[in-house]
């Protein structure tokens, strides 16, 4: 971590502020814990901080400390829009481009003539930042958060609201501490933050065990169109709309579901299509193992990105021909695929 960033941060954050700390669109644990976080610590400093999300996040999330106060662009853009004139400081955390926010909250931004501060952990940082704190060799905005906390010598600041926040971020963003991003370091912090009260028994349970029966019914349906191309060591899985319909799809049920294709042995690359005939868009999640890297994948072919293991994309092309279009892309990159593990 650089430490003239971090001067200018102590230097943003030493006296009082109207402040904005504002996370991504379909908002994850990440993106909700990351921003708590880091805002109930600026209120402990005497900051009058508002938390702004584009959109809803999934009902796992509503455990989290403070997250009631959360405003939604989506359902009050005129209040957004004048906190957002009426605010000295606004932090982008877990994103680091504007159009991450939805055209019109982007729009909103990109007018403002506040100072911004990024803290993400994402590829290729935009430059609307005074200060960029980006570090994609980090697996969460969470422990970026943590570690500037840490540099900042105020770990006194840190509650057992803060640590829980902190830690569902690290949580999820690391799949439970396993995905290769997780270091000796972010099991140290996560030691930490156990210490200042974080439960995190409880933690794993209220975020991965409050699952509904229908979400688990739609897990069949994935499942059920599960495709595995041991040729190109991919697995993929789609979910229509109509299939998501049928079994009552809620915000946040598909969370996880492309990893059971990364669990197949020997698959490096897996995806999930979902039909979203709202947006009239398919929305790709893209997942993989090794050096293969998606982030590449989604920025080249879906107008996406995140990072190498985990990526995400859209595509305007209906269900069937997103799906043929990613197969055929596949041939392209078999050399790649097969000598990723
Ligand atoms: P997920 O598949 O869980 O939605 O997202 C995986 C990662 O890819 C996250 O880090 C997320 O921020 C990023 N990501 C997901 N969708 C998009 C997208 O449409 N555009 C960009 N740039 N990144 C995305
Ligand atoms: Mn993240």
Redesign the pocket.
Known sequence: MQKDNIQALGKLIATPKNVLVIG?K?P?GDAIGSCMGWALFLRSLGHQVEVIMPNDYPDFLTWVPAQEEIVLFSENPDSVQKSVSDSDLIFTL??N?F??LGEDFARVLKSSDSTFVMIDH?EQPDDYAEVCISHPEYGSTAELVFECIFHLDMLDKINKEVASCLYLGIMT?TGSFKFPSTTARTHEIASVLITKGAKSSEIQQKTFDSSSYHRLKLLGQAMQNLKYLPEYSTAYIHLSQDEMDKNNFQKGDT?GF?NYGLSIKGVVLAAIFKEDKNQNII?I???SKGNFDV?KL??THF?????IN?????SDLSLKETMEKFVHLLDAYKTELNAAL
């Not at 107008?303 to 990072?307: A, D, P």
């Not at 985990?310 to 859209?314: E, K, P, Y």
């Open positions: 991504h379909n994850d877990d994103f481009h159009s991450r994402h963003d969370e492309v929305k999640s893209f997942r982030n989604a920025r107008h996406g990105g995140g990072h985990a990526a995400g994309g859209r």
